[in-house]
């Protein structure tokens, strides 16, 4: 299965597939190990104290976000 990444309604990046073939990697480069994961949740609030991934405080914090994909032309 592909690695497929939806944006969940005022909350994380669901990233599902085989995460083993997912490269993520923090700003140092050092790998985040993913392979005994089915998914993995990805803070895009910004106050998340995982980071990169989520752990809830977008509900607290009442994060809104837009979901819809953007068009282009």
Same mark, same amino acid.
């Given at each position: 299965?592909? !690695?497929? !990444?939806? &944006? ?20 140092a480069g ?6 005994s ?5 990805l803070?895009?609030?910004? &106050? ?12 607290? !914090?009442g ?11």
């Amino acid at each position: 299965m592909a !690695i497929k !990444i939806t &944006a969940l309604k005022n909350g994380p990046y669901m990233v599902e597939g085989n995460l083993a073939e997912l490269a993520l990697t923090d700003a140092a480069g050092a790998p985040y190990d993913l392979t005994s994961k089915p998914k993995a949740f990805l803070c895009r609030c910004g &106050a998340s104290t995982t980071k990169p991934f989520c752990d809830g405080q977008h509900s607290k !914090i009442g994060f809104q976000a837009a979901e819809a994909a953007v068009r282009g032309g």
